[in-house]
Structure formats: structure tokens, C-alpha cells
């Protein structure tokens, strides 16, 4: 089932999100929705607050890079590589786009839908996404670390997107 996608400017969004302590029937259809969702609107990742749940779970899939899709729950970055500047968007903020420095390798430690807890090392966009959606699980969005500069050029898309989401619009 389609899940309706918050926008920036939805409080929801700044939550530090919650550990999720069982992996019940509930827990496997928001990551099922979530999947469906993010394919939809042609994401690479989509975490759990962006579609109102705050509970600490993302799910991704970067084709780019062999369709390695994952769902991570209660993820935890380990090691990180060196720091790349990279393009980066956002479901949440449609027609937003913007540089971020992130780590161009670092390891990542969740439990998968089984229960069993995983460790991966992964590179390049799906390095980024991970700390793209890990980031949204502590209330911290991608224009947080846009350059000064950079959010001044977006200033008026910023405010409208902010708008909408603060009157509950969603994609
Ligand atoms: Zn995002």
C-alpha cells in the first residue's frame, strides 16, 4: 500500500526517531509500504518519519549499483571513509537539490526483517544514501548541510515546500 509522503516543514520530520524493539506484522508492512512508496516516486531511500512513523527504519535501493535493496532497522553507521562532496535530493523536498559533504565509504550495522543483526560496508551513492536516511531518523534533513550560499539560491523553494508541509500537504 502507498503511504503518503511527508514534506519538509512536517514536525514529524525533525523527531529523533524510536528504536523499534520487535519485529511484528506491523514492522514488516511499513517496511513492505515504504518499499512500494519509495519505487512510486522513483527514490533511492525512504525512511520511516518521511511517512509519519517515527520509529528507526529505512529502506533503500540504488539500481545504479546492482538493486541491492535493504531494510535497515535500527541502524548504526561504524566506520567511515573519507569525505566526498556529492548531489543529493529528497522525497521531501520536491525540486530541492543541493551539494553535501558525506564519508565516500562507511560500514553499516542494522537488523534485517528476520530479526538477524547485519553488518555492510558500502561505497559511493549507496554510501551516501545510508547517511542520507540515517540522518533522517535524527530529525536532521539534507538542507541542513547545504553550503550558506547554496540555501540562499534555493531560499524561495525552500519556503514553499516548507508551507505546504506545515499544512499537512504530502506527496
Ligand atoms: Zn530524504
Known sequence: ????????GDEILRRKAAEISAITPEVRRLAADMLETMYYHDGLGLAAPQVGVPLRLFV???PREGHDKLVCIN???GERGPMRRMD???LSFPGVTGTVARAAEVTIEFTDLSGARRSRKV?????QAVQHELDHLDGVLFVDRLSV??????AAKLRAVRQRGRRGEHR
Not at 561505497?123 to 554510501?127: F, I, K
Open 149 to 154: 550560499a547554496r540555501k540562499a539560491v534555493l
Open 60 to 62: 533503500m535501493d540504488v
Open 1 to 8: 500500500m502507498l503511504r503518503n509522503v511527508l514534506l519538509f
Open 75 to 77: 541502524p548504526v553507521v
Open 123 to 127: 561505497a559511493g551513492v549507496t554510501a
Open 88 to 90: 543529493e535530493g529528497c
